[in-house]
């Protein structure tokens, strides 16, 4: 069965890149999950959005191709930018074709290959495959000293259990259906801000109480600062806010943590502001949110609510 499969199918594109650049599309006939995650992650945007183009002039910086449209290359080494399907930015290729093989973490389980692979597992389970490009984050996260400390891949590629393996055409379906692959725990090619981890918090807040007024102190229990990144303009805000008794919420301050103007927070250290206490009020409430330049949309990462002591 498996011989007429490939014969009526040839799968020399997914790893042929003399001739042919293997883009996402390809993968997406059998790996349409993981496309799909993709496709609506940073990395598929890194050359096409608006954020981008204005940090560059409009494409005006070439040191930074390398990074948002990379060669594949999986080994030590610095990356290169290639010059085609830059649209797709960090691509499939990018990160798991090498040597005109298909490169992941995760033993197969089906019994059929319709293309050659390689099994490397502690490279992509290492922070240091994403610190490739995410250097000074990297560079963060290699100086926290902590047993607790939690890889990129583990916070930003959330856990899931299925097959690698999905089919969008009649050919791919059988393909899929005859290889009987197992379900695994793989990772979600989402890469976006933290994700909550069962046993981690990635921030807490405490209040102390001082005559009239009342700190408020945050930690950051990331690996990394908050907001971090090596280029662009991150701003990560804290609102901090009185809730009345009778459950008006009234705004007590603002904060910008910037990393250009050195007010993020740094990994696993803290902030703290004072303010009046409020007449009335029984509890602060604190609310931390990310926000991109030239966008008005933000993204909420943390609230807590504690009654005033």
Request: proline residues 6%; contains cysteine.
């Amino acid at each position: 069965m498996s011989g007429l499969i490939f014969g009526c199918m040839k799968f020399d594109r997914l790893t042929n890149i003399n001739m042919v650049f293997p883009r996402a599309e390809f993968c997406k006939e059998c790996h349409i999950d993981i496309y799909n995650e993709w496709a609506e992650s940073l990395h598929a945007k890194a050359y096409t959005s608006s954020t981008y183009r204005q940090a560059t002039n409009d494409y005006q910086f070439p040191s930074c191709l390398a990074c948002h449209v990379p060669e594949p290359r999986i080994s030590d080494g610095p990356l290169k930018s290639r010059e085609i399907f830059r649209e797709e930015g960090v691509t499939c290729s990018s990160c798991h074709l090498e040597e005109s093989k298909m490169v992941g973490p995760i033993e197969p389980t089906s019994k059929l290959a319709p293309h050659p692979m390689s099994v490397q597992e502690d490279r992509y389970r290492n922070s240091k495959f994403c610190g490739r490009c995410h250097e000074g984050t990297f560079k963060e996260w290699k100086q926290v000293i902590s047993k607790e400390k939690h890889t990129c891949q583990e916070c930003h590629m959330p856990l899931v259990k299925r097959k690698l393996t999905q089919a969008t055409h009649l050919l791919s379906k059988i393909i899929v259906t005859v290889s009987m692959e197992k379900e695994a725990l793989q990772k979600k090619h989402t890469f976006g801000v933290h994700k909550k981890l069962p046993d981690m918090e990635a921030f807490a807040m405490n209040l102390k109480k001082d005559g009239e007024q009342i700190e408020l102190i945050l930690k950051n229990h990331l690996p990394h600062s908050l907001p971090t990144g090596d280029f662009g303009f991150r701003i990560v805000i804290v609102d901090i806010l009185s809730v009345q008794e009778n459950d008006i919420i009234i705004p007590i301050k603002s904060v910008e943590l910037i990393k250009e103007i050195n007010t993020a927070i740094p990994a696993k250290a803290t902030a703290s502001w004072k303010f009046p206490v409020p007449d009335n009020a029984k509890a602060i409430r604190c609310i931390v949110s990310r926000l991109s330049k030239g966008s008005e949309k933000r993204e909420n990462l943390y609230q807590k609510e504690v009654s005033i002591p």
